[in-house]
């Protein structure tokens, strides 16, 4: 609870007091103030209220971001080391490739690079 709120709740118990004062004494701008300083105490509490719920909102976020960065390393780590093994596999897949088909491979790198030359050289015929 922080100071808003308590001065919010006085505040309204205040403005009640005074409202009935007034009616049993008679005294209508009694009343009606007491009326108004009642709504003015219940409006304070629920800014006061409203500003508790944001900062608790902003400390959970802010432990949840907290948790996140402490967290980033291990799926870096997580990361690079799944790549690693799809790179190593891929690695693994080729040099079996060259080793059983070293004339169909061989043949194919030539491709891809004419490919990559005619591309790049940018003399297509339209």
């Not at 693994?92 to 030359?117: D, I, R, S």
Request: proline share 2%; hydrophobic share 40%.
């Amino acid at each position: 609870m922080n100071s808003d709120e308590i001065e919010g709740r006085v505040r309204d118990f205040a403005g009640q007091a005074e409202a009935k004062l007034g009616a049993a004494v008679g005294d209508t701008q009694a009343r009606v103030a007491g009326v108004v300083d009642s709504v003015k105490g219940k409006a304070q509490e629920a800014f006061g209220t409203a500003r508790e719920k944001a900062a608790d909102g902003y400390e959970r976020a802010r432990a949840k971001a907290r948790e996140l960065a402490d967290e980033a390393p291990e799926y870096v780590d997580r990361a690079r080391e799944t790549t690693r093994r799809y790179a190593d596999k891929a690695s693994a897949t080729v040099k079996t490739q060259v080793q059983e088909q070293p004339v169909v491979t061989l043949l194919g790198g030539v491709a891809v690079g004419f490919l990559v030359g005619w591309l790049l050289s940018g003399r297509r015929s339209e």
